[in-house]
């Protein structure tokens, strides 16, 4: 059974840090990896989606990576900002591209 | 587009009480998943619906029933609530091809007393 984990699971840095999130998952047999943002009471918004074939996708400010055969997802942030306070969860799909498994999430907090 | 959208936004129950949540979306997508969220356990997958006509288990489908009504909407229903039920429930779609990204509602909060 696919476990994700995400360590860690709270994280508080100044304004203007860089900073990595990282993930890790049990079965290396997936077909995507996909990262979200999720502010307080909110639903999830996508971020980044790697699919099994790539190493990484970048967007503005996000760079996520992937290593597939040792397990593990980093996302990181180029100097942080106060609005990029939210949760971060990784999910991952088995190798027929549905049913993602979430891990727990990363609670980021940016201090101004 | 509107993307996916769920009704209610919050909802209390009593214990027993029955109750269905909505789901459509407006992408076209054939794939909907309902997923809940309790603290510090993420999201779990409660049951998905890979076409119009077919559904099936996720990991805690006890409790629960759903309907794929038609290519839009995803209904998940609670027939006989019970205070295990709390939490917060998250509707899901994906797009048909690769890389089969999903895209979410905003949730329903729902409390069971």
């Known amino acids: 059974k696919q476990e994700v984990t995400q360590i860690p699971a709270a994280l508080s840095v100044p304004e203007g840090e860089n900073l990595v999130l990282n993930c890790s998952f049990t079965?290396?047999?997936?077909?995507?990896l996909q990262w979200f943002r999720q502010d307080p009471g909110k639903g999830l918004t996508s971020l980044l989606l790697i699919q099994s074939s790539q190493r990484e996708q970048t967007s503005g400010r996000l760079n996520a990576s992937l290593d597939k055969s040792s397990g593990r997802s980093t996302l990181y942030i180029a100097a942080s900002q106060p609005g990029d306070s939210a949760t971060y969860l990784c999910?991952?799909?088995?190798?027929?591209?549905?049913?993602?498994?979430f891990g727990p999430g990363t609670r980021l907090s940016v201090l101004p | 587009n509107a993307g996916v959208t769920q009704t209610p936004k919050f909802q209390v129950l009593k214990t027993g009480q029955s109750m269905t949540l909505q789901c459509a979306q407006d992408m076209n997508h054939n794939s909907m998943y309902w997923y809940r969220q309790d603290p510090g356990m993420g999201l779990r997958l409660i049951y998905y619906?890979?076409?119009?006509?077919?559904?099936d288990k996720g990991e805690v489908p006890n409790g629960y029933n759903v309907s794929r009504l038609n290519k839009r909407e995803f209904s998940l229903r609670l027939e006989s609530a019970a205070p295990s039920q709390t939490s917060v429930y998250f509707c899901?779609?994906?797009?048909?091809?690769?890389?089969?990204?999903?895209?979410f509602g905003p949730g329903t909060r729902l409390t069971v007393t």
């Open positions: 079965d290396s047999a997936i077909y995507n």
């Open positions: 899901a779609s994906d797009s048909d091809n690769s890389p089969y990204e999903q895209y």
């Open positions: 999910a991952v799909s088995p190798n027929y591209g549905q049913n993602f498994v």
């Open positions: 619906s890979a076409s119009e006509g077919t559904t």
